[in-house]
């Protein structure tokens, strides 16, 4: 999975400059940028192509499909490959103020492979309510990342960062905020004005393989959904870990949970998401390649082969099945 090095490169900052109207007239070069008149009609988007993602020592593939409808709509359906057969199918939908997903996991090591998550801080059970709110906070965080990425943050007000420097040229910065009061970055290019990158801070989750054999212990930091901003498992979750080995019995659940909760807390890791390749697609710019790096470490890559601008969308899309 190749490195975008040249735009990871803007790191040196100069001093913010505190100008809200900084911030908007860059913000307007770059939605014109990527369309103008015709990014001002989009209305809803879809996209499809397939991911490949590094977790740990492995790597997996499958395909990535997602749906957004302004102002406040998202359904993301992800169909993971993994080793040993396993196939897992993860859904995330956002539809205004309510949310819902689903994941399934398919085959591998004669079936019945599951995945233990683990929702909350060790010891610590969240209710339902409590479950719902976090689910509402990710996705809506989720859903505008991608209004950066695709449609310059249509609605959002960012304000002026600072000026990020690369050999080849620099970058206007901008941050916008969400409810829960974490920033998003986006770098636009002051020459072309194009969108090159969005970063952010974002604690990654937690997953254990639970299969025949017995569950693989703890790995690195877990990989969230796809790129982009990823679409995030369940609260909590994680992914990262070793496969089964050997012939060790399946532990009971009061034991995988007694190994959940032993495992420290994750740390927060930078995640810069690339955004390459943009082609006109009814007279809207879109990327059709993002990249995220974790750390500075590449992790995921989505490759976009098919996109729709406004497409038609059946009204029962985005509720709870």
């Not at 209305?43 to 957004?68: C, D, H, I, N, W």
């Not at 309510?129 to 989720?142: D, G, I, N, P």
């Not at 703890?218 to 496969?243: H, K, L, Q, V």
């Amino acid at each position: 999975m190749r490195r975008l090095v040249t735009v990871a490169a803007l790191i040196a900052c100069t001093l913010p400059v505190a100008a809200q109207d900084k911030a908007a007239d860059v913000m307007k070069q770059a939605r014109e940028a990527l369309g103008g008149k015709k990014l001002t009609e989009l209305k809803a988007l879809s996209l499809e192509g397939p991911f490949r993602r590094e977790m740990g020592p492995r790597q997996v593939s499958g395909t990535l499909e997602l749906t957004l409808q302004l102002p406040d709509k998202m359904h993301r359906s992800e169909d993971t490959e993994m080793m040993g057969g396993i196939s897992i199918e993860r859904l995330s939908v956002l539809n205004g103020e309510k949310t819902w997903e689903d994941m399934q996991n398919h085959g591998g090591m004669g079936g019945n492979m599951q995945i233990v998550l683990r929702n909350g801080p060790p010891g610590q059970e969240l209710n339902p309510e409590q479950v719902e709110q976090a689910r509402l906070r990710r996705f809506r965080t989720e859903f505008n990342r991608y209004l950066l990425a695709f449609t310059g943050g249509a609605g959002l007000s960012p304000t002026y960062v600072a000026v990020a420097e690369a050999p080849d040229g620099k970058a206007d910065v901008l941050e916008v905020k969400n409810e829960s009061g974490q920033s998003i970055r986006i770098f636009v290019d002051q020459q072309t004005h194009m969108p090159l990158m969005l970063q952010y801070m974002e604690v990654r989750p937690r997953m254990m393989f639970n299969g025949p054999g017995g569950p693989g212990g703890p790995g690195g930091r877990g990989m969230r959904g796809g790129p982009g901003a990823g679409g995030p498992p369940p609260e909590g979750a994680s992914a990262g870990a070793a496969p089964p080995q050997g012939d060790r019995p399946r532990p009971n659940p009061e034991e995988i949970r007694r190994r959940m909760e032993s495992m420290p807390p994750p740390e927060p890791s930078q995640v810069s998401l690339y955004l390459g390749d943009f082609k006109k697609v009814d007279g809207v710019m879109l990327p059709h390649r993002l990249t995220q790096a974790i750390d500075g470490k590449t992790v995921d890559e989505w490759t976009i082969e098919k996109v729709k601008v406004n497409p038609a969308i059946k009204a029962d899309v985005f509720d709870k099945k």
